[in-house]
């Protein structure tokens, strides 16, 4: 040991010939005292050994957040992980590595309190080498980020294992993102509190028959005794996480709901202990099992619940973005859950890597800021690999899948600190506020009852003071934000409206002006007119045309590429340029041989532009220093546009942002209340300095844009959305993404998402009627305290059943 001062937590065990000694690590019962470190004792070798690591890294700190928290790792051998240095099982296990920086994502089965939670976000500490651990508790995962040269994933494995954390590495399911909703022991426990609840009231008939003591005093003891013996299991095993929790937030200073109900639980407990031993009464131990199993009834229900509404949104609703799949060689666009393992697909400029996977052919550069946070492109030569979560910077690629498309992954670097915007939320703000009073409330007004019956009644004291602490329910306040919203995510998932979480609705519902995007967002590409105007381009002027638009993802590009794929062999000749580059809003520009081409607004040119009747209206074509002429669009709006206008208009104003000229002001202008709403020739720093402007005069900024020329826009505003149209143009700027076919539903859409937030308002008037219902009975000793147990789940069983019902039937009421 090196000479480290040894840290202290409070009530530490030690041994004693009065009480069997319990692990100072994982609180376990000791067998002798062979094992310890001065006065402290452990169970096993394992426990010591993690407490010496925790100890010597100045981390105790763990033991004070819950004085039981470790795990136990008596009886378990140490796996061997060799394994994990044998590259090809790296390879699979790995979400991202440069060689240098490495990602991976485990799933912890025995995470259960916050102390699992501060010890594995700091394990930095532990480990040198790892950069950032962060914790996923409902998913019982850790995303960990490490520095290859320092550490190595069998290492972070083995200190996992050792501190009780072992990853549940399974090779043959890495494709297979599901994990148990719940946990197997919380079967164990409800299967016990049901079983005792049966047979208790199974024991407890003299006194539901109404048999004399007197006549049947024989049968009231054994029965009385054995009542006790099946509770025992009820309240330390069943009921124990209640305990512990209120146990974990009294040590912490925090009230929980949990201490209420641990109350209740004891004082039914002991009370009917009192009464059977002295034979004064018959208990209320069949109230008391009912109690812990209709508990553990509704947390299953809740947990069931929420996992089924995570699960449709993490794995059947994929972001409605698109790919260019290649199939014989021709390209065809599919919807991400159509990707497998072995597809090829073409990433262009700018557009994100859907799914791990071979560069086969082009040059890869790959701004990885999404997965490490680093901007510089990383560069990738053909046959090497590249990980999901990169976007390409540089021209087209063909790259080989070798996983299906992993839409939990994409969704969690997508909700990282990042990327995520410091928003205030109003429910959940009500809802910690009445948390926070509601369990003092609670107390004050069970020590009154308690206080009030004691002198006049013993019996309907305890039985009222119990029904207090039992019936008394915040956790409708709790649940109605994650399951309303939870909800509300699902359904809009399903209309291709997909949000990033549940705190976008909020700023959606918020937003008090709204700005929109031209090109690609109010305005279609298919059934847009193009045309040529100048001297016809030689067939090999149109091959370099289609070589230098191809690579581009941007909606102008892909309008010539249709011009020029309406002649044969245009693609399939198409030459590879040399040097090819985007300027964001601007153009594109490449190098074929002694040729230089520029595609692209007039201000991108360098040579002397000709006279148009329009002056620098439309997307001129230069080749070396001539320009050879220019393409003319007309662009349509997407269906629905003037009601979809129109409807933000009402609550907002709007306004629109275009980097093109200004000549369809006049047409645009009725639309958006004005010209003085319209702002033509905008770059993409323009844009965000607008919504800048919008924000100090106190506005929140809903901003619609195509994610190509308006990221920075995105990001500033309060609700960013990327609309999708056949294309890859995700960007995690975004808050939200819409499908173009689901442009023309808007406002249907907004309006569910404007009415939701109410459904949650509604929720926690429901639960303040239930609890003042229910404490009015409580009071006057009026509930008895199996019927308090039955209604306290009751309350949250409905909560969530009003959630999804009340959603669900809301979303059919807007007309989605």
Known sequence: MPDTMIAERPQADTFTAHAAPS??????????????????????????????ILNDNGMCRYYELDEKAGVSLRGKTRTEYAFLDDPQVKERLIDYTDGAFTRITFYLPSIHCASCIWLLENLHRLVEGVRRATVNFPKKEVFISYDESKTSLRRIVELLAHIGYEPAITLSDLDDDKKPVVNRTFYYKLGVAGFAFGNIMLLSFPEYLGLEKADDGFFFKVFGYLNILLSLPVVLYSGRDYFHSAWTGLRQRQLTIDVPLALGIAVLFLRSVFEIVTHTGAG?????????????????????????????????SYFPIAAAKKVDGEEVTVSLDQLEAGHTIVIRHKELIPADAVLLHGEARIDYSFVTGESEPVERRSGEKIY????QMAGAIDISLTRKVSQSYLTQLWNDDAFTKKTSSNTSRIANRIGKYFTITILFIGLVTLLYWLPKDMGIAVNAFTAVMIIACPCAVALAVPFIFGNVLRILARRQFYLKNTAVIESLEEADAVVFDKTGTITQRENSEIWFVGEPLSFAEKQWLYALAAPSSHPVSRHILGWLGDEEHIAVQAPQPLQWHEETGKGVEAVFGQR?????????????????????????VQINDQI?????INQYFRPGTKEVLSFFAETAPIYLLSGDNDREKALVAPLFGGEEHLHFQQSPQDKLQFVKALQNNHRKVLMLGDGLNDAGALQQSDAGVVLAENTNNFTPACDAILHAASFEQLPALMQFVRRSTRLVYYAYALAFVYNVVGLSYAVQGALSPVVAAILMPTSSVSIVLFGILSSNWLARRVGL
Not at 34 to 48: D, P
């Open 23 to 52: 692990c100072y690590h994982c609180g376990e019962d000791c067998p002798d005292d062979h094992i310890h470190i001065e006065e402290k004792l452990f169970c096993c070798e394992g426990c010591k050994m993690v407490f010496e």
């Open 284 to 316: 209320y131990m069949d109230s008391l099992a009912g109690l812990v199993f209709f508990l553990l009834i509704g947390r299953w229900f809740q947990q069931k619940t929420y996992h089924n509404i995570s699960f449709e949104r993490d794995y059947k």
């Open 596 to 620: 230089t081409l520029r595609l692209g607004s007039a201000p991108f040119m360098t040579a002397p532009l000709p006279a148009t009747d329009e002056g620098q209206a439309g997307v001129f």
């Open 628 to 632: 050879r002429g220019w393409f003319r």
């Open 388 to 391: 999901a979560g990169g976007r």
